[in-house]
């Protein structure tokens, strides 16, 4: 028979205890605990003179350690004959006045209030999965009848959720006060615990009823407590600190390169998240100094959506330069003040030693590494909320290069820059005179925001140059087509840098925009300087209606047709289109759309690689010649698609089309005082067909 139970209704079954402490014999099993770990605990709410009762004390050693200290008033009761026997035996000579006897917990021989405190181990947990809880129940309400006014019910558990709702709600409906204290193991104990951590459960009878709830969640033996209104948000508490445990054993006791472990850690008053914190391990193998065990990361304010942070792969790549066992890095939260590194450092120190790698000596000082040795720069200048998209902000950020840039952020998805357009100061827009990148002193930040503005000449998304390159395609600024017009429709408006950046430096452009959410509209006047005039429109309404209207009246033709618009359901494997925009019928109606030279442009961010093949099957379907394009340290690719060449003749296309590459970007640097930053021909040296 094995010493622990095949299911939780054995812990319930008398039979069950019978053969267990049978097998056990003389060893003491410590189930959740030794005195060591609860006597902290069990001395602030039981007190020497008190008159306990030990529910369902087992073999446990807990109550002879008390006697030891003190504790002269120990009634002990265990529904196990055998075990009571076995206690009274052990305890005859050295401890003549601790008593064991066989005694029901539901049903009890004491007389009312004639204990001030009521110690349980284990045994709620053992009764709550008997009869639907019934058991349990009662076991709670013989409890309250024979604890006094102000008494205490201490129930050491591991606060299974239907354990701890049952308990915690028994005593609420009492109106008695309910307080739960988490204890946390310390460093180097999880070789041999559990891997949940064990809960303290102290419920104080009062004379009469509370009239609300008093619920407080406790960390540690002597944490201050902090009030909970409801008991789903005590519930929610506890699975927040088992899930923390379980990660800490699991980080404390392995390695995993392949794993993507994270924790958020929130603010204590106002319990939004302050820190997300990503554990990344070097692979085994792996040739690092000895002394190189565990570092932290701190990740600039306004770069945690970057690549080499937020990526799995670009987390392996930054472990791997660190050259660590084992790295955590840092992303600070929006709407949290940070004062300094120094300050940050301060703050996650207490709980840094709980995520070092096995092995890592508890004296060993852990170093802080990041980017210049600061914290970066954020200000947030507004914050709305979007019927379609849901509350969003746009902010002002530093990039680790120096410059200033302006972003839209939809809160749904923290972690996704919807826009970024790049920020110069008014005087240096207005005079179109700086040959090269305006370098903001590291520290620094600017004194207002009102004197920068959006650098319409810099496409901070790669995907946007890409699309624009494409262009060549077209032989757009070739002498045979130098004074020939473009007509442009731009599906997905976002802060407006893509068509603004048509609009300003392609020539002989027009441009119709399609957005479906108007705040989105009113942002990018407001904050990213979009101006729409007679050769850049926007209509709002749904990007497919447009088109299926547009193919349905005829009278209108487009030179290019580009989709950049994401994807809302963010359970699918592809973030960008919608899926109903690389349907079959749509890609025909877009063909439908084209001129004879038409092209269509697509930004696909598709991580799912069987989705990914059906998308451009569907695609070549309809468009016989699909070149893609890979943004670099992205999920991000571009399709350049044309109906009028099979892919037969594409590879031919590739270098006349590159020579075009050189015309386009000499025509975008023509008939405009401002330079734009796109290297075309750059751009055009990695297409692959597809």
Partial sequence: MSLLPRSAEEFSSAEYWEKFFKKRGERAFEWYGDYNSLCGVLHRYIK?????????????????????????????????????????????????????????????????????????????DAMAS????????????????????????????????????????????????????????????????????????????????????????????DGAPSRLSQVAELLSAVREHQAYSVLRKRL??????????????????????????????????????????????????????????????????????ANFRRLVIVAMHRNQEYTDMQAVQSELSPMVMDLAPPGMPANQQVPFLSVGGDLGWREEVSRGLSELSGEYCVENVRGEDGELYR?????????????????????????????????????????????????????????????????????VGTPQNKDVPLSVLLVGLGGGGLPQFLRDFVPHVSVEVVELDPVVLDVAKEWFGFKPDDRLTVTLGDGLERITALQEEGARLFDVVMFDVDNKDSSLGMSCPPAAFVETSVLQK??????????????????????????????????????????????NEVLLCSPGKSESDAAGVLPSLRQAGESLQAALRAGTSRTPHIDVTELLKDLKIE
Avoid at 265 to 280: D, I, M, S
């Fill in 590 to 635: 877009v063909c439908s759309l084209l001129t004879p030279r038409g092209m269509f442009t697509l930004n696909l961010v598709c991580r799912d690689c069987a989705l990914r093949k059906s998308v451009l099957e569907r695609v070549s379907a309809v468009f016989p010649t699909v070149f893609s394009r890979r943004i670099d340290g992205e999920v």
């Fill in 130 to 221: 008997e009869e639907e809880g019934a058991l349990a129940r009662s076991m709670l309400s013989e409890v309250g009848r024979v604890l006094s006014v102000g008494g205490r019910y201490v129930c050491v558990t591991l606060a299974q959720e239907s354990v701890i709702r049952l308990a915690v709600e028994h005593f609420v409906q009492l109106g008695w006060a309910v307080r739960l204290h988490c204890l946390q193991q310390e460093p180097g104990e999880e070789e041999d615990s559990f891997a949940l951590p064990v809960f303290v459960l102290v419920c104080t009878k009062f004379r009469q009823p509370m009239p609300s709830p008093i619920l407080e969640m406790c960390l540690g033996e």
């Fill in 407 to 475: 972003r839209l952020v939809f809160l749904s998805n923290a972690a996704l820059v919807q826009s970024e357009s790049r920020l110069v100061s008014t005087n240096t827009a207005s005079s179109h005179k700086k040959k090269h990148k305006r370098k903001v002193k590291p520290t620094a930040a600017p004194k207002c925001s009102s004197s920068l503005s959006v650098d319409s000449g810099f496409l901070c998304c790669a995907h946007h140059e890409v699309m624009v390159a494409g262009l060549a395609m077209l032989r």
């Fill in 48 to 124: 020497v003179p008190d008159q306990v009762l030990v529910v369902g004390c087992g073999n446990s050693e807990l109550s002879e350690q008390l006697y030891d200290v003190g504790y002269k008033h120990l009634t002990n009761i265990d529904i196990s004959e055998t075990v009571v026997t076995h206690m009274n035996q052990r305890n005859a000579e050295r401890r003549p006045g601790l008593t064991f006897q066989q005694v029901d917990a539901t049903q009890t021989p004491y007389e009312e209030g004639s204990f001030q405190a009521c110690l349980d181990k284990g045994t709620l």
């Fill in 252 to 321: 404390r006791t392995g390695t995993d390169a392949s794993a993507n472990l994270s924790l958020t850690l929130c603010h204590v008053k106002t319990g939004l998240p302050r820190y997300t914190l990503a554990v990344q391990d070097c692979p085994p193998g792996a040739k690092l100094p000895r002394s190189n065990l565990f570092a932290i990361f701190i990740v600039p304010q306004g770069s945690e959506t970057a690549w080499l942070y937020s990526s799995s792969e670009g987390r392996k790549q930054l472990a791997a330069s």
